[in-house]
């Protein structure tokens, strides 16, 4: 009887192990995935930035040229003023 005692003592002390073993596993394994998240958002987050600068960029640049546009039809309809009164 002693045996049966000493045998299930030792599969409960191997159960332990197995059952702190994947514990620490899943933890490990959660932190891995939190600091994976934690790179991924901040990468999500500059890409995501720098994608809204891009755009801003190409919109400023497109009112620029806008600008340019009607101002150089106002100078010329100017201009065609000044002539005229002359």
Not at 14 to 25: G, L, N, Q, S, V
Not at 57 to 63: A, F, R, V
Request: charged share 30%; net charge negative.
């Amino acid at each position: 009887m002693s045996e049966k005692v000493g045998h299930s003592h030792s599969a409960a002390n191997a159960t332990a192990h197995a059952d702190r073993k994947a514990i620490d596993e899943a933890r490990g394994n959660s932190e891995e995935f939190d600091k994976i998240l934690k790179e991924d958002t901040g990468q999500s987050d500059m890409k995501y930035y720098l994608e809204l600068q891009r755009e801003m960029l190409k919109e400023q640049q497109s009112y620029t040229a806008l600008s340019n546009v009607i101002k150089a039809r106002s100078d010329a309809c100017l201009s065609a003023v000044r002539n005229f009164k002359q």
